[in-house]
């Protein structure tokens, strides 16, 4: 019976692991066909930019307001691709370089790519959570008390 036991879990582990990776991929996959997608959105943008502007220079037309609103509408376009890039990474269980956009790894202090020091999100956020035993700290000081009055 151990043996069929055995089995079992080991199939129903092989079921679970098969399944989690389809959906990382599948979830991949979402997101790149949602990059390419904003892709297409941007190079429309920046087209409808271009023959507005070149309108504007060839019959003297004023076309600044439109222009203003499609310039505006890209760079929501390209924040919208960075964020895809960003959650890309991180399904991918890397990082993106916030000065070249190249792939790293998360344990990278600097990226390969341009050389530039990666600065990790506990570092941005101040929390410091390394323990240093020589400094002390208040409830550190309230326990030798406490030992001192035993």
């Known amino acids: 019976m151990a043996f069929l036991d055995d089995l079992q879990k080991t199939v129903t582990d092989a079921a679970y692991y098969t399944a989690k990776k389809t959906g990382e991929l599948t979830g991949i996959a979402r997101v790149k066909f949602n990059i390419k997608a904003e892709e297409v959105r941007l190079k429309s943008t920046y087209a409808k930019i271009g023959s507005l502007f070149y309108s504007a220079e060839r019959e003297g037309l004023d076309h600044t307001e439109e222009i203003a609103t499609l310039i505006t509408q890209a760079d929501k376009i390209n924040g919208d691709i960075a964020a895809y890039r960003e959650k890309l990474a991180e399904l991918r269980k890397a990082r993106t370089c916030s000065e070249c ?39 550190d000081d309230e326990d030798e008390d406490e030992d001192e009055e035993k």
Not at 113 to 134: L, Q, W
């Open 101 to 139: 956009g190249g792939k790293i790894s998360k344990s990278a202090s600097f990226c390969p790519n341009c050389g530039a020091k990666i600065v990790r999100e506990e570092e941005e956020s101040g929390d410091d959570t390394d323990y240093d035993p020589f400094v002390s700290t208040e409830a």
